[in-house]
């Protein structure tokens, strides 16, 4: 039984009270239906714009959607999106319907193409529900009886099949849309859905790079990314050729237990679910084919593959219009990600102040999921090394533990006024010392313990230069006596006759 919230129903209201035909439609169905709670809700009707405008001319309306023929609507608080049929939404480019049947046909997968009101029930005539309740959800293109010319023991046939081909050469990202639906929730794209998808992948072509990038990212952020990465790389490579080397790709190293590519969708599905970071992953290995070289042992090595596999990545991400903040910080992400990190305390400080807390997190994050994913272990000990080393960073920052010498709780400025120092040199060789103190004792870095040691260093180092001083006179001392003894000191040597 579906059940729509109360601001959803007084809008279908509304326009039946009007004289309109009006009905929920699209994914707000489908998640009903699969037992979800939608959030965003879309209405249609065969009211024309204006007649919409003017039924809901007591509540908010925004107009920001018009140039797609879409309305929003606030009813009690929630934002509702009210449209005509339509039959085509091309940028924005619309053509209008003149029914229910037309709007729907234009959705692309059946489980999209149901609509719903309490006065009219259910309307679902291309079987979307039985799409989403058999033992696994299915994603099945729309499709349409179309009418071909075949041969038949050598005499041509007029023959009529279900042909879904339109569905994604009037909008190629659909491609990438089935894909989206597997990585999102537990779906299986029908099989003559694939083989209809595999048959028609050079609309990859003609594609909206913009859209492409926007179900690419949907897809590595889903809960089943890595599944459907894995499951779908025959689609994947021609968005994306770049992988196509990396598919069945053997390693021969004992590090890894898995090809390039099934590694790679594994590291995505470990990842942290951060954009940068799960694309960091789809790219991070892509470079390993070209760089493999084997030993005389007939062990797999990858030097250099950081690099090429940055480059390839930039490559993709200029291609698909990423914004460049995302391509610099991704780019970053892949060519440190084969960098090792120090286990130690002190080293792991260092690594903070020269990349930057934010930036080394991410990059642990990278480095686990890459650890993960590299053999069946639950935990391999390389990714507990890293774990342990992401919460001795988080604790550091959250602590904020001195891991820089602006840090100290003492200046130089302050040394100098003190006279614990004579000389701008003389300071930063002191702070020097204390700020190596602080990173090994971090409980050190108190105003008047540091003082107390800047004291006792200067004690220490007046007590060095005495007797350097000391030392130093004794040896002038020494080398004036003997030139005080000149050369009549020295024995005489005679040559013989």
Not at 64 to 75: A, F, H, K, Q
Request: hydrophobic share 40%; glycine share 6%; net charge negative.
């Amino acid at each position: 039984m579906i059940i729509l919230p109360a601001p959803v129903v007084e809008a279908l209201e509304r326009l039946e009270s009007a004289g309109f035909e009006a009905y929920v439609v699209g994914a707000c169905v489908r998640e009903l239906i699969v037992g979800n709670s939608p959030q965003d809700f879309d209405i249609v009707t065969n009211a024309e714009i204006n007649d919409i405008m003017f039924t809901f001319r007591e509540y908010r309306i925004s107009d920001e959607g018009m140039s797609r023929g879409e309305i929003l609507v606030t009813v009690v608080g929630m934002v509702i999106q009210i449209s005509p049929y339509r039959r085509e939404v091309v940028g924005n480019r619309v053509m209008y319907a003149e029914d229910l049947d037309t709007d729907l046909a234009r959705r692309g997968f059946t489980m999209n193409a149901m609509a719903y009101s309490p006065k009219a029930g259910l309307i679902d005539p291309y079987d979307g529900r039985g799409a989403l309740t058999g033992e696994i959800k299915r994603v099945v293109a729309i499709g349409e009886n179309v009418t071909v010319n075949v041969k038949v023991g050598g005499k041509p046939t007029a023959e009529t099949i279900y042909d879904m081909s339109k569905s994604f050469t009037i909008q190629p990202s659909r491609l990438l849309q089935a894909i989206r639906y597997c990585s999102e929730d537990e779906y299986e794209i029908d099989e003559q859905t694939r083989n209809c998808m595999k048959a028609n992948v050079a609309c990859f072509e003609y594609a909206d790079a913009g859209s492409i990038r926007e179900e690419l990212q949907r897809i590595v952020m889903g809960k089943f990314a890595a599944r459907a990465l894995e499951q779908n790389s025959d689609i994947l490579k021609y968005v994306l050729p770049e992988i196509e080397p990396c598919i069945g790709f053997e390693q021969r190293t004992r590090h890894h237990e898995f090809d390039v590519w099934t590694h790679i969708c594994k590291a995505v599905g470990y990842a942290l679910p951060e954009p940068e970071i799960r694309f960091a992953m789809l790219f991070h290995d892509l470079g390993k084919p070209d760089c493999m070289f084997v030993d005389v042992r007939g062990n797999g090595h990858f030097k250099g593959h950081a690099e090429r596999g940055r480059l390839l990545a930039e490559g993709i991400m200029r291609r698909l219009e990423f914004p460049k903040n995302m391509i610099d910080e991704i780019s970053w992400l892949i060519y440190h990600h084969d960098v090792p990190i120090p286990e130690d305390r002190k080293e792991l400080k260092g690594l903070i102040r020269e990349l930057g807390a934010p930036d080394l997190r991410d990059l642990l994050q990278c480095k686990i999921a890459d650890s993960r994913a590299r053999k069946s272990d639950n935990e391999p000990e390389q990714t507990q090394k890293l774990r342990a080393s992401l919460a001795a960073l988080n604790e550091i920052v959250e602590t904020d533990e001195c891991c820089d010498i602006s840090q100290l709780a003492i200046t130089k400025r302050e040394l100098i006024e003190r006279r614990l120092v004579s000389s701008d040199a003389e300071a930063e060789q002191l702070m020097n010392a204390l700020f190596d103190i602080v990173l090994d004792k971090p409980s050190f870095n108190n105003r008047l313990m540091l003082l107390d040691i800047a004291e006792k260093s200067k004690s220490k180092l007046e007590q060095i230069e005495a007797e350097r001083l000391r030392a130093a006179q004794e040896k002038a001392e020494q080398e004036r006596t003997k030139r005080e003894k000149g050369r009549r000191a020295e024995p005489v040597f005679k040559r013989k006759k």
